[in-house]
């Protein structure tokens, strides 16, 4: 089952501009993380923030998380071609006493020199 | 270095055929994860082991197999009762701090 679903679905942007990714899921979460994917690569983690955090920051990252909307935002700032790449939210919830990460189906960022 | 190494990187399967994938990680991690990626989807969680010798099925378990005889290794077999195999496949270990640790992933094509 899909928990977060990722919006917009592709962003296309300039460098120098900031980029914005939203995420909204359904159940309650441990945690919610960010990974980036490169085109046909593995999964890259981000950064995570756990429910009772509000806002977290790692380097030009800025993630938001309000539990009470269900929702958080992956803010890049200052953005390179270099960032193009698919993001991804997962939500971390236990499942039978185990943790296990439900990814959205993700945003593809294109960032144009 | 430290790391999820994932093989073949490529592989062609025939209808009817099994195949097995390798993943094998060396950061000395408990917990290992199988995901499924279809081009324009998110992952989708296949099986995972948290011990050795011990693995629950995750969303779309159906078709595959595993089995997790050593901490290092989380070997996938795509059986043929998989009746849409070809897929990104990509496996996953997580050393209890919560963020998941990719390999550079498994691409399968059925023929």
């Known amino acids: 089952s899909q928990q977060g679903e990722e919006d917009p679905q592709a962003l296309s942007i300039q460098e120098g501009e900031n980029a914005t990714m939203n995420c909204s899921y359904k159940?309650?979460?441990?945690?919610l993380q960010w990974y980036r994917q490169n085109s046909g690569r593995g999964l890259v983690h981000l950064i995570l923030i756990r429910s009772n955090e509000r806002e977290k920051h790692s380097g030009r990252l800025r993630v938001t998380l309000d539990t009470s909307k269900k929702s958080s935002s992956l803010l890049i700032t200052a953005s390179r071609a270099a960032d193009t790449a698919s993001y991804f939210c997962a939500t971390d919830t236990m499942n039978s006493g185990y943790s296990t990460l439900t990814f959205g189906k993700g945003t593809m960022l294109l960032v144009s020199p | 270095d430290g790391g999820i190494t994932q093989s073949p990187k490529y592989l062609f399967r025939k209808e009817g055929q099994n195949v097995t994938l390798s993943c094998e990680q060396n950061?000395?991690?408990?917990?290992m994860y199988w995901y499924r990626q279809d081009p324009g989807q998110g992952l989708r969680l296949i099986y995972y082991s948290q011990i050795v010798n011990d693995f629950q099925k995750g969303d779309i378990a159906e078709g595959y197999s595993v089995s997790r005889e050593k901490k290092e290794s989380f070997p996938l077999t795509v059986t043929s009762a998989q009746k849409n195999p070809t897929a990104f496949y990509l496996c996953?270990?997580?050393?209890?701090?919560?963020?998941?640790?990719f390999g550079e992933g498994s691409r399968l094509t059925v023929l």
């Open positions: 996953a270990s997580n050393g209890g701090a919560g963020e998941l640790f």
């Open positions: 950061l000395n991690h408990d917990a």
């Open positions: 159940t309650s979460i441990n945690n």
